[in-house]
């Protein structure tokens, strides 16, 4: 301990003031730990030593021998010795303070609970992070000790408040996450997808919280002339509400109406359960749609009823949850077609989110596999470049919708007779601007505006007198059917008006969405 640089901010922890300071914390059977935190050490290397004995030694070493600190070691030990009789009756007495977290972090059985249970857990990880959920008693009982504190030493702890002690889950982490790291034999890494999250009750000392809130006034009743109503404390047990409440007890004397200043050691240690979650997993590709009855996403109508033969969404995505044991997924993709159209070509970019997956590690082999599952379990789409992507990379999907275009053949009717010649002039029409009103069919689900988009080119093939197959280059978000029959009007100019005749569209084909998203898988 001696090569350790010790941080204090605004204590002196190595002033002879604070000898007496450090009795009195150990008389009131602070651990180790929190005797640092509560004389203001902020140096997280010293907390990490997971040597109890060096961190004991170290307060041993600051401490005074003198006449002061003895008279007040036995003050303390008078006032507390009575309070402190029903505690446990262990050779070490539980942290008044932490409530016995920071005790923990050098229990071996403890330790072997929570490999266990993060074992039991059943994620796939090679890196960790680490976080604890504390019981809001810790706020109370620290406020608590600082109060006693200033009663006691004044002229050291006057300007002292909470915020200027570590807390004790933080110097738990600082400790605990490099113990844990070595019993299960990965890194620890803070912020990284997967968490394992240490849930800590007190319920001894729940009361606690319920007593320094104590009834809750509603601020305003709910209509004039009513009075107002007092809420259970039970459903105002929150942090706010807690630090209101100690704001309302600024004094020992005000605090030991309520509760004991300084607090005892509870008869039970901290109780700790694990929870562990993983970061969405999000992966991207594209995907051909051959069937013209499978929609995009689930259609299920208001009465339950669905609408085609599945989707997209569900035939992609369902397969892949169940490989990465994902909680649920979301789906997006670049743009959407209507249920009766197909996607060819090289397909259309999408990107799942999967929640909560417990199997998160894969290598270019894996993925590829999963990509031949999927395209092996149905005829109606096919999927091309899967990959795992970081999150960041999923802003390119609707970035690239800007200024995409996208490529389509649609088979034409046309009600009068024509010849191959006919067709030759649409070939001649560049960035031909449209002017199209909110179609019709999704006027129930869009606002009506009229939007301007761009035909790039087209050209058409003869097929018979009444048929041929358009190709045509668009703008992104151009209405394909409505330019061919003009949606009665709405669509102008539309390729009816062009050939003044009445023209339809038989089948619809996407060809193309031309992104450069996401990145081509080599097969």
Wanted: hydrophobic share 35%; with cysteine; proline share 5%.
């Amino acid at each position: 301990m001696d090569n350790l640089q010790s941080r204090h901010t605004p204590l002196q922890l190595f002033s002879k003031e604070m000898s007496a300071v450090i009795t009195d914390l150990k008389c009131i059977s602070c651990c180790p730990r929190c005797i640092l935190r509560l004389c203001g050490e902020q140096n997280n290397e010293v907390f990490k030593n997971t040597n109890t004995q060096d961190i004991e030694n170290m307060i041993e070493s600051l401490q005074a021998t003198d006449s002061k600190t003895e008279e007040s070691k036995m003050e303390v030990q008078e006032n507390v010795e009575t309070k402190n009789t029903d505690a446990t009756n262990s050779s070490t007495p539980i942290c008044p303070s932490c409530l016995g977290l920071l005790q923990l972090c050098n229990d071996e059985e403890f330790l072997k609970k929570i490999v266990t249970s993060v074992r039991n857990a059943d994620y796939e990880f090679c890196k960790f992070a680490l976080a604890v959920s504390a019981p809001l008693q810790h706020h109370v009982r620290e406020h608590s000790i600082l109060l006693y504190l200033q009663e006691r030493h004044g002229e050291i702890y006057k300007d002292i408040t909470s915020d200027d002690f570590i807390p004790a889950k933080d110097v738990f982490k600082w400790v605990f996450s490099g113990i844990l790291a070595t019993a299960l034999k990965v890194t620890f890494v803070p912020l990284f997808p997967f968490d394992i999250n240490l849930v800590c009750s007190h319920p001894e000392t729940d009361s606690e919280c319920e007593q320094i809130i104590g009834e809750t006034k509603v601020s305003k009743p709910t209509r004039p002339g009513k009075k107002r109503k007092l809420s259970p404390t039970r459903n105002t047990i929150t942090r706010p509400a807690v630090m209101t409440g100690l704001y309302r007890h600024p004094t020992c004397e005000k605090f030991r109406k309520v509760l004991q200043c300084p607090p005892v050691s509870p008869k039970t240690m901290i109780d700790c359960h694990v929870k562990c979650t993983h970061g969405s997993l999000y992966v991207a590709g594209r995907y051909n749609k051959y069937s013209r009855e499978l929609s995009q996403t689930p259609w299920i109508l208001d009465d339950g009823e669905r609408k085609g033969i599945s989707s997209v969404e569900e035939l992609l995505c369902d397969k892949l949850k169940i490989k990465l044991q994902a909680k649920g997924y979301n789906f997006s993709s670049s743009g959407r077609e209507d249920i009766d159209v197909c996607t060819l070509g090289t397909g259309r970019p999408f990107v799942v989110e999967f929640t909560d997956p417990h199997r998160s590690i894969f290598s270019p082999a894996d993925v590829k596999l999963m990509q031949q599952e999927v395209n092996s379990s149905t005829k109606h789409i096919a999927v091309r470049d899967l990959q795992v992507i970081d999150k960041e990379e999923t802003a390119l999907l609707k970035e690239g919708e800007i200024n995409k275009t996208k490529s389509y053949s649609a088979l034409i009717h046309i009600n009068k007779t024509i010849q191959k010649e006919d067709l030759t002039f649409l070939k001649d029409f560049k960035d031909l601007k449209l002017h199209q009103k909110t179609p019709m069919r999704v006027l129930h689900r869009r606002p009506l505006a009229v939007r301007e988009r761009l035909v790039h080119t087209m050209s058409a093939d003869f097929i018979d007198e009444h048929h041929f197959r358009l190709s045509m280059c668009t703008q992104a978000g151009t209405y394909i059917k409505e330019f061919v029959h003009g949606d009665f009007g709405r669509t102008q100019p539309s390729l009816g008006s062009l050939m003044n005749a009445d023209t339809d569209i038989l089948e619809l084909d996407v060809m193309a969405v031309n992104v450069d998203w996401p990145k081509q898988i080599d097969d």
